[in-house]
């Protein structure tokens, strides 16, 4: 095996063929580095994937040449190379995919928790677009999740990048396993299908379930089934409803249109479902057009004199009204009207000045806000480069201050779960189940309550 200064390794047959630059990201058991391809020269992202199950060997190679022959679509990363290799009697899988820049839908919801409604459809819209080609060409994806959604920047608009498109599925051969499928990447639990939980049999309509499910924690900020226990959450794929997003977050204001239509993806029977990723798209499409309709909240209208004359002169107006008084008297009530403003404003200035360590709290508030992010962004530079004894300290230092917003705030569960990415990364493992663990009992609480 190569070690390099990462504590990565590839294996010697790989290492002949690709020079390992830096790690990208962790998914379960598999590990994507980028690489520099030694017969041409060019930077290229290298997935490697352990060999869970001999039987599935021949699905893995048949899947990726038909990847790699025949999708060629501009939201599906292309595949360039697959294969398996055997050192001392291990077997491993391997992807050679172009590396594009940008980042993943799961590192844009770490960072921000949620995607803005505009935006989140543009997202779902493309993703669709890309599963819909899948299936067009006789593949389901079956392991849709925030970590296989690129995204990149062109032009002012994000562009979406289907990844892991070489371990799809033929239509024809969707054995399922859900032990071998937590295996293989446990977080996608969250993504899992009742069909895939159940061990029942799957189709294209099983993808639709994971789009549904990336499109809720998108728009509410948390999987729709969460829990302490990947046993747990198989449970409540299979036998619990999902809420609706207004009843997640009212403080939210979403459409009426796309709550159903969300809520319709996650059904638990394959034939209530939209039945076409084609159908999806276009409920999408329409959801977007009449979100583009509905008029903005019409802004508080206000004069060159500020906001307080329009405010003073339309509860004149009002008590006026209510009274029956002529212009004339509208104008002796204006006198007393304003000097009780005047009374009510200088009581506020006066509370400031006496307690000015209020004020000074929000600004503190603000300064811890900013500093994480910053350290929160230095990590993530960090790992792109590759240097994450760096990105750890980053984080390590982001942690300590989130803990100041509260153990349950999720800042601060961000920032361990990212600490338990990189301990992952290291190989760290004790570290890593010790973070998580933590993470878990966090979330687990805040579901008690």
Known sequence: M????????????????????????????????????????????????PV???????RFL???EKVKNEIHFRGVARLREYGIVEEDGVKTGFLVHDLISGR??????????????????????????SVEYLHEHGLVHLQLSPRKVLLSDSDDCIIVKLLDCGLSRHLSDLKIDPAEELKMFPEGVLYLSPEQCGALPADHRTDIYAVGCIMYECLVGLPPFLSKSPYEVTRMHVGEEAKPLRMSRDDLNFPLELDLLVLKSLRKNLNQRQQ?????????LHARDELAKMPEEAPRRTTGKGIMPEVVSSIIEDIA??????SALKVKLAVPVILGFVVIFGSVLVGMALHPHQVRIVEQESAAEKKWRELDEEGQRYIEHGDINRAETAYVKAQQLAEQFGDKDERHLRTLRKLVDIYESEKRYDKASETEARVKALMGEDEAN
């Open 2 to 49: 190569t070690e390099t200064s990462q504590n990565t390794t590839l294996g010697a047959k790989l290492s002949e063929r690709y020079e390992l630059i830096a790690p990208i990201d962790r998914m379960g058991s598999s590990v994507v580095y980028k690489v520099k391809d030694r017969q041409d020269g060019i930077i290229k992202a290298l997935k490697v994937i």
């Open 52 to 58: 869970v199950n001999e039987n599935g060997i021949d």
């Open 62 to 64: 048949a899947d990726a």
């Open 104 to 129: 993943s839908l799961y590192q844009l919801l770490n960072r921000q928790g949620r995607v803005e409604l505009k935006e989140a459809l543009d997202i779902f819209i493309q993703l669709a677009s």
């Open 276 to 284: 076409t990723m084609t159908e999806l798209r276009d409920d999408l």
């Open 321 to 326: 009204e209510l009274l029956g008084m002529d």
